[in-house]
Nanobody, 128 residues
Framework: VQLAESGGGSVEVGGSLTLSCAASGDFTSDPLLDPCLVWFRQVPGKEREHVAAIDRDDNIMIPDSLKDRFKISRDNIKNTVSLEMNNLRIEDSAMYYC???????????????????WGQGTQVTVSS
């Protein structure tokens, strides 16, 4: 699966950003192969952190610490996944990565070890 993120940038505290990721690959010819799509983020010196995941049946998992501010959605026709981020905080600043996992259920695709393909990442910077 090839993944291309867009939508990163700079925003002030309290602002909003929506990241998008376009997915392409063999799965586009067979919906049974639709991968679990996941957003991670990473800051220098820290491990990559799961932000949100969604499987082909639109089951969603978002960490409790983020679920009040972040939303994930996917369009299986356009093969895109979006991450809507609201009320952004300085600590949300990070490189955000789109990722794909062959696991079908969202509960299995939240770890870095479950990921098969990564996008290049898009930077999000939140400032006061």
């Amino acid at each position: 699966v090839q993944l291309a993120e867009s939508g990163g940038g700079s925003v002030e505290v309290g602002g909003s950003l929506t990241l998008s990721c376009a997915a392409s690959g063999d799965f586009t010819s067979d919906p049974l192969l639709d991968p679990c799509l996941v957003w991670f983020r990473q800051v220098p010196g820290k491990e990559r952190e799961h932000v949100a995941a969604i499987d082909r049946d639109d089951n969603i998992m978002i960490p409790d610490s983020l679920k009040d501010r972040f939303k994930i959605s996917r369009d299986n026709i356009k093969n895109t996944v979006s991450l809507e981020m609201n009320n952004l905080r300085i600590e949300d600043s990070a490189m955000y990565y789109c990722a794909a996992s062959k696991f079908l259920w969202v509960g299995y695709c939240r770890s870095v070890a479950s990921i098969d393909d990564w996008g290049q990442g898009t930077q999000v910077t939140v400032s006061s």
